[in-house]
Nanobody
Framework: VQLVESGGGLVQAGGSLRLSCAAS????????MGWYRQAPGKQRELVAT????????YYADSVKGRFTISRDNAKRMMYLQMNSLKPEDTGVYRC?????WGQGTQVTVSS
């Protein structure tokens, strides 16, 4: 499975971004997937996860109510809708599927 993220950028606090993760490989639909982020000087943090069928989700407390994770197995895509962004949401966001990782996309939230 190869994963490629997109959709990051610079946004003001309170704004929104939608991250996408495009996956290749025939086994995409069997994997639970997730989004992680890492800010400079900080440890990698789990943001959200979604089950293989899309029916089971988990969110870190820091993003609960603001972020929504989803996936489209037919398109081999996973998404992270991020609303009400805060400066502390800044970081490199990477998608994960089992042992596979994307390269990441930078999200910067200015105050």
């Amino acid at each position: 499975v190869q994963l490629v993220e997109s959709g990051g950028g610079l946004v003001q606090a309170g704004g929104s971004l939608r991250l996408s993760c495009a996956a290749s490989g025939s086994t995409f639909s069997i994997h639970a997937m997730g989004w992680y982020r890492q800010a400079p000087g900080k440890q990698r943090e789990l943001v959200a996860t979604i089950g293989s069928g899309g029916g089971s989700t988990y969110y870190a407390d820091s993003v609960k109510g603001r972020f929504t994770i989803s996936r489209d197995n037919a398109k081999r895509m996973m998404y992270l809708q991020m609303n009400s962004l805060k400066p502390e949401d800044t970081g490199v966001y990477r998608c994960n599927a089992g042992t596979y990782w994307g390269q990441g996309t930078q999200v910067t939230v200015s105050s």
